[in-house]
Nanobody, 120 residues
Framework: QVQLVESGGGLVQAGGSLRLSCAASGSIFSINYMGWYRQAPGKQRELVAMLNVGYIGGSPDYTDSVKGRFTISRDNAKNTVYLQMNSLKPEDTAVYYC???????????WGQGTQVTVSS
């Protein structure tokens, strides 16, 4: 069974930190990219961060609003990605979804979503 399992969401105060994790298992395609999207109430799902997990030196992409605050990383097995979120703002409140992809722009697997709520 192919699946992505997310964890790490929760409620934090503005300025606080959270770390999300996403573990991929059972994929029948080659996962070359893993990352995170989010969907805030009443808004479109948007890219947060994406990483080429096929290369140690791969450079991540971040949406402008999280640059300098969020960091995406991977484990040594290349099957888990993390999203370290620092200096959280109320506008970061959203459901965060993990994405595992065969290439940068082709959706593959989606995680179940984890709620991140940042209080002001």
């Amino acid at each position: 069974q192919v699946q992505l399992v997310e964890s790490g969401g929760g409620l934090v105060q503005a300025g606080g930190s959270l770390r999300l994790s996403c573990a991929a298992s059972g994929s029948i395609f080659s996962i070359n990219y893993m990352g995170w999207y989010r969907q805030a109430p009443g808004k479109q799902r948007e890219l947060v961060a994406m990483l080429n997990v096929g290369y140690i030196g791969g450079s991540p992409d971040y949406t402008d609003s999280v640059k300098g605050r969020f960091t995406i990383s991977r484990d040594n097995a290349k099957n888990t990605v993390y999203l370290q979120m620092n200096s959280l703002k109320p506008e970061d409140t959203a459901v965060y979804y993990c994405s595992a992809r065969p290439n940068r722009y082709t959706p593959g697997l989606w995680g179940q979503g984890t709620q991140v709520t940042v209080s002001s």
